[in-house]
């Protein structure tokens, strides 16, 4: 069975569309206010969607492997992103400044004002929300990973056969 660019293009943005639109759901209608690193997190999925929305139109002038690559490659740095994010939260790295460590203390009264009008960053080293012991930046890995796997499948099936034929025409 032959898989087309534009069937695996419609997998990866109906895929890429359900992550991201999560997030977005349980932003704004969770009431999850998202920290820094989960604002950088949802990048490559947009990506992902571009790219992919691109193919399903552009339908067969662009080659499978080559696709499957570069969305291989979009979902790879989304796995770095959230892999950073979980080590931020299990405190494996150091985060940020302007949203993980504790809150520096100000110095005049018109500092002291300013912090307690104005409203504090989410804070990148403590989950909002897990669900079975996983934060929403451990789901986000998997599903980068699984995305990324799959990508990664496409791009060596396709490119496997050229490769045998390769061997077989050498050995011959």
Not at 22 to 49: D, K, N
Not at 56 to 81: I, M, N, P, T
Not at 151 to 165: H, I, K, N, Q
């Amino acid at each position: 069975m032959s898989l087309s660019t534009r069937a695996f293009a419609g997998f990866v943005l109906i895929a890429s569309a359900l992550v991201l639109g999560t997030a977005l759901l349980s932003q704004y209608w969770g009431g999850l206010a998202p920290c820094e690193l989960c604002l950088l997190q949802r990048w490559p999925w947009a990506a992902a969607i571009v790219v992919s929305l691109v193919l399903v139109l552009v339908g067969e002038r662009a080659r499978l492997d080559w696709v499957a690559l570069v969305l291989g490659l979009v979902f790879a740095v989304s796995v770095v992103f959230a892999f950073y994010h979980v080590g931020v939260e299990r405190h494996w790295f150091a985060g940020p400044t302007a949203c993980t460590g504790a809150a520096t203390a100000a110095d005049t009264v018109e500092a002291l004002k300013a912090r307690i009008l104005g409203q504090m960053p989410v804070r990148c080293d403590e989950p909002a929300w897990s669900l079975w012991g996983i934060s929403l930046a451990g789901w986000n890995l998997l599903a980068s990973l699984v995305m990324g796997g799959i990508c990664l499948a496409a791009f060596s099936r396709l490119r496997r056969p050229s490769l045998r034929g390769a061997m077989r025409r050498g050995m011959a």
